[in-house]
Each structure stands twice: as structure tokens, then as C-alpha cells.
């Protein structure tokens, strides 16, 4: 991959093209690569950043290096990181692999079975979701935000700041939470955000983020995965080591759930600097999206 | 700026950064010493001593609309122009494309698409903006879709052959002003509604300054050699938004599909109900 790639690399791990069956000629010159930024492989020297290829592999095996911390004693959770979790976007529960859509071992832990403890409307609302006709209606797919949790696992990598008072997280992907550490309030409930509204707190070593004012029209996962307006999200990051934090966050939403469930995954550490995803430049997806959505209604249509 | 104001935010900082009571920061500071204040006015200051731009800043201008001096057109307001000198010194065609823009701009402007807008764009458009800062980093959150920025301030070299709406940031101090060079742009930015344009090879060298706590004047040094026949500036301040306490969200995309109903929603998860 040449440097000139990279911008147009990382747009188009913005597209559900591949899940889907775009043809990848109507690409041309876009390497074929979504995996890369998912999963341990974010380490390998595939990609293309100024700050280089960072510590060598082995020495990261042979010890992992101690947590960071700022000069208050908090975990120092900043620099640039991308969840481990392969398949997270296409299903937080376990599923296998089937053409152009990877398999993931589940990410739930929390009811013990790893199944998300839907109701049983909104279990048959998400089956619905996942037809392929209803592609268009993912809403990353017209370049939203992903929402809370979604934004962690998309897959693309993000920063995470702590600048006084705050902790900041920077998405690759052009989207953005603020944390606010001083114990104010959440923001009117009238106030419905896709990104919601954040507040934040040390539990010992633990970052506790607690999101409300969400507006309900973010999935899950990119095959629909349900929840509302109603969704509280409480987010717990702990580092492990220098390298890795523990990400958990656990979801409760009466209209949805018949009980709050977890997910966990680890964030690693990457070498590098974010790039930019200008997901609206160029877009074709979207429109193959409609095409497949349009061709299905036909179908439906027709006696 | 108002001097009455001026000097009471001078001594209640001072006051503050050398611990004494609020009932102390009410006496008024001797002639001399506020002389010598005004001067070299208070900023407030980071732990490592630099100015402190955190917080939310937001332009009083209507340089989105247009950097030059103009009159209301339908969709901008009118404002008086942050051009040092007035001109935009385009070459020959460069102004005959800028003057194409113009007549085309409600579907031609890239922000007709949402498309993230550039910099030095993005920090005049009519949406606050919250301002982070670490020794290392500045970070810049937007209302408007989310967009951020990210100014590292350690040193480290623009990425070598990629081209970003945004531009790749790097930042350094000059003394109490932030200086960031801004390369690597793509050509396909507008500077504001009105077809203000640049080309690939566009450069820009942002200042920060800051004038009193609540004041920031933001200047950029414009060059292309594509298009301009010479670097040129403009200039503004910034106004901390002191009434606002987040910044929230204005996503371009989505209230577009929503008002020309592209966008089909799910009426079951879709807004809470009233």
C-alpha cells in the first residue's frame, strides 16, 4: 500500500459494501482489506503512519509494559487504540463466518449464554434488520454517528485524550464523545443526541462513563442490533498494561431487554496516528444499499 | 475591548492564582501594578505554564458566508470582512473559477453535501466549538457533524503524500501564541459559501493568541501558489462561550435525509415520545 492509499483505505472500512456483496471491482484501486484494523493484526507494519512501525513484536510478547499514569496517579489511558474484536460490528453474539461477513466468538458475558436478553418483539425486530434488503437502514450506512457503544467497535481505531477535567474520545471515523469528570449532571432529558450525552468518574483505576440522552436511532452492530431512546449505557475502561484496556459496558433498556446485559473487549494500543474517514466522499455504498433495498421491495411487490 | 471589564478580569485572576479570598479580588489593585497588567494582560494558564485555550469558542462573524466585506444574499448573512487589506489576490483564472463558484455555490459549495469543510473553514462556521489541551495535543470538537481536529504538539512531522479534508495539523509555541502549520489539504474545500476557493497545494499557518481569559484571536497566513498570486490573512477573534457548558450536535447528513425525507426511519425506535 502506497501513503497516497490511505485515506481511501480507511473510507472504505466505512462500508457495509462487503457484507453485503458490492462488487469490489466497482472499486478499483482500493485495496481490499477490512481485516487489518480489526483484531490483534492491528499491530502488523500494514499500515501507513508517520510515527513508524512502534515497539517490535516480540518485545511486546515477552513482557507487557506496566500501566501508564498522569502525574495525579489516574491510569493514563490516552493515545491512539482499536477494540479487539473481531466480527463485534457484524453481531455481538457468537456467530460464524459466511461470505464477505466475519465470524465473531461473542462478546457478551453478561446473561452467562452470551445472547443478548432481548424481548421477544425486539429479537424478531433485529432478525428483521439483518436481511440484506435492510442494509439501507443502518444508519452508518448514510454516515451517522455509530452511538454508545457502537462507536468502540465499528471497526476503526480512535484516540482517547485526558486533557484537565476530561477524558476525550476521537473516533477515527469523524465523530466524538466528551467526558466530563466534575460530577455535573446529565443534560435535559428534551435533549436526544446520537452520540448521547456523557458524564465520568474514577472508580479506583476504573474510568466509569455513564451515557444517557440518547436519541435512540443508533443499532448495535451492523446487523441491527436493537435499542432505543430508553438505553442507559454505563462503560467501564481499565488498563490491563500499558498496551491494553479492558472495555466493558453494559446496557440496560426496559423497552428492549428483559434484563441489562455486558460487553467486553480489549482496546490494544496502535503505533500510529489517526487518519481521517471522509465517509461521504464518493460515496457508492449507500446507493447499492437503496439498489438492493429497492430490488427486494420489487420483488415483494410483484404477485 | 471594554477597560472596566478588562481590568477586573485581570485582578480577579491575579487574585486567584495567588490564593486570596474573593473579598481581596474586590480591592481594587494599585495604579502601577494595573499598569503593568494591562500591559502584559493575564491569561489563564496551563500546569506547565503555557495559555490555557481550553474551553468553548465560538466566532461573532459572518465569514462563513463570505471572508470579504458584503451584503446579505439569501441563505448568508451580511458581515464586514476578516481579509487583511480586503483583497483576495487570486490569479487570472483562479478568480474567474472563485466568481463561477459564486453563481453556483447553493449546490457547488462542498458543505451542499455535507462534506467535512477544511480548515481554516471549519473555525468561523456558525457552530461552537470546544477546545482541549494536554502538553502534547490540542484537540478541537465541533458542533457541526462531529468533526474534530486533532494538533499534536510534540515535534512530530505531517504524514508524506496524504491528502486530508481536514489537512494534518502540527503545532509548536511562539512564545504565549499556538502556531499550527496545516499542509497535506485536498482541493475540493471551500473557504466559505461564496466560492472562496484553493487548490491542493494550499498552506496554511494558523495563530492562536490569546488576548484576555475570554478572547482569542485567531489569524491565518494563506498560501497556494496554484492559486494566489501571494500569501494573504485573515483574521478574528474567538469569544469563549461562558453560558454553555457542552458542546452538542448539529449532524449535517442526518438533518439533511431528514428534511428531504431520503431517509426512511423505523417509527418504533426512532425519537423519544414527547
Known amino acids: 500500500m502506497t501513503p497516497a492509499d490511505a485515506p481511501r483505505r480507511s473510507a472504505i472500512t466505512t462500508r457495509r459494501a462487503l457484507v ?20 490483534p493484526a492491528i499491530l502488523a507494519p ?9 515497539a ?3 518485545a511486546r510478547q515477552a513482557a507487557p509494559p506496566p500501566i501508564r499514569r498522569m502525574p495525579d496517579g489516574k491510569p493514563d489511558l490516552s493515545g491512539v487504540f482499536q477494540a479487539a474484536a473481531p466480527g463485534s460490528n457484524q453481531g455481538l453474539e457468537p456467530h460464524e463466518a459466511v461470505p464477505n461477513t466475519p465470524g465473531g466468538r461473542g462478546y457478551i458475558v453478561d446473561p452467562p449464554d452470551g445472547r443478548l436478553p432481548y424481548q421477544p418483539w425486539a429479537r424478531a425486530e433485529n432478525d428483521a434488520r439483518s436481511k440484506p434488503e435492510r442494509g439501507y437502514d443502518d444508519p452508518t450506512a448514510h454516515c451517522f454517528p455509530a452511538g454508545v457503544p457502537r462507536s468502540f467497535y465499528v471497526p476503526s481505531p480512535f484516540q482517547i485524550l485526558q486533557p484537565p477535567g476530561y477524558v476525550l474520545f476521537l473516533y477515527e471515523r469523524m465523530w466524538w464523545r466528551s467526558v466530563p469528570l466534575d460530577g455535573r449532571p446529565h443534560i435535559p432529558d428534551a435533549i436526544r443526541l446520537w452520540q448521547g450525552d456523557s458524564v465520568g468518574r474514577w472508580d479506583g483505576d476504573t474510568l466509569v462513563v455513564d451515557t444517557a440522552n440518547l436519541n435512540g436511532r443508533a443499532w448495535l452492530d451492523e446487523l441491527g442490533g436493537v435499542v432505543t431512546h430508553a438505553a442507559r449505557v454505563v462503560e467501564r475502561l481499565t488498563a490491563t498494561d500499558g498496551d491494553t484496556i479492558r472495555y466493558e459496558a453494559t446496557v440496560t433498556d426496559p423497552n428492549v431487554f428483559t434484563r441489562p446485559w455486558t460487553l467486553r473487549m480489549d482496546l490494544r494500543r496502535m503505533s500510529t496516528e489517526l487518519l481521517e474517514v471522509a465517509c461521504l466522499e464518493d460515496d457508492q455504498d449507500l446507493q447499492h444499499l437503496k439498489d438492493v433495498r429497492d430490488e427486494a421491495r420489487r420483488k415483494q411487490q410483484q404477485p | ?157 505531517p504524514h508524506e503524500g496524504i491528502e486530508f479534508w481536514m489537512g494534518d495539523s502540527r503545532g509548536r509555541w511562539d512564545g504565549d501564541t499556538l502556531v499550527v502549520d496545516v499542509t497535506n489539504h485536498n482541493d475540493r474545500t471551500w473557504f466559505d459559501h461564496a466560492g472562496n476557493f484553493h487548490s491542493e ?9 490569546l488576548l484576555d481569559a475570554d478572547t482569542l484571536r485567531y489569524e491565518v497566513t494563506i498560501e ?49 415520545k414527547p
Open chain 1, 56 to 58: 517490535p513484536a516480540a
Open chain 2, 1 to 157: 475591548m471594554h477597560t472596566a471589564r478588562h481590568v477586573t478580569a485581570v485582578a480577579l485572576l491575579a487574585a486567584v492564582m495567588s490564593g486570596a479570598g474573593p473579598v481581596a479580588a474586590q480591592t481594587p489593585a494599585r495604579p502601577a501594578a494595573q499598569a503593568r497588567r494591562a500591559a502584559a494582560p493575564a491569561v489563564p494558564r496551563t500546569a506547565e505554564g503555557k495559555p490555557n485555550l481550553q474551553g468553548i469558542w465560538r466566532v461573532r462573524n459572518a465569514a462563513a458566508a463570505d471572508l470579504q466585506d458584503h451584503a446579505a444574499r439569501l441563505g448568508m448573512r451580511p458581515g464586514m470582512g476578516v481579509v487583511e487589506g480586503g483583497e483576495i489576490p487570486y490569479q487570472p483564472a483562479a478568480a474567474r473559477q472563485k466568481a463561477e463558484n459564486y453563481l453556483k455555490r447553493d449546490t457547488a459549495d462542498p458543505l451542499a453535501k455535507c462534506y467535512l469543510p477544511g480548515v481554516p473553514r471549519i473555525m468561523y462556521m456558525d457552530h461552537p466549538f470546544h477546545i482541549f489541551q494536554t502538553p502534547t495535543q490540542i484537540a478541537m470538537t465541533f458542533e457541526w457533524s462531529h468533526v474534530f481536529r486533532v494538533v499534536p504538539v510534540n515535534g512530530s512531522k
Open chain 1, 20 to 39: 453485503h456483496g458490492l462488487a469490489l471491482a466497482a472499486l478499483v484501486g482500493l485495496p481490499p482489506v477490512v481485516a487489518p484494523r480489526s483484531g
Open chain 2, 201 to 209: 497545494q494550499l498552506h496554511l499557518v494558523e495563530r492562536y493568541t
Open chain 2, 224 to 272: 497556494d501558489p496554484k492559486v494566489f498570486t501571494r500569501p494573504w490573512k485573515i483574521s478574528m477573534p474567538l469569544y469563549r462561550q461562558k453560558e454553555m457548558t457542552r458542546v452538542l450536535e448539529y449532524h449535517c447528513q442526518a438533518e439533511t435525509e431528514e428534511a428531504n425525507g431520503a431517509f426512511e426511519r423505523d417509527p418504533r425506535t426512532w425519537y423519544p
Open chain 1, 46 to 54: 500494514t499500515l501507513v503512519h508517520a510515527q513508524g512501525a512502534g
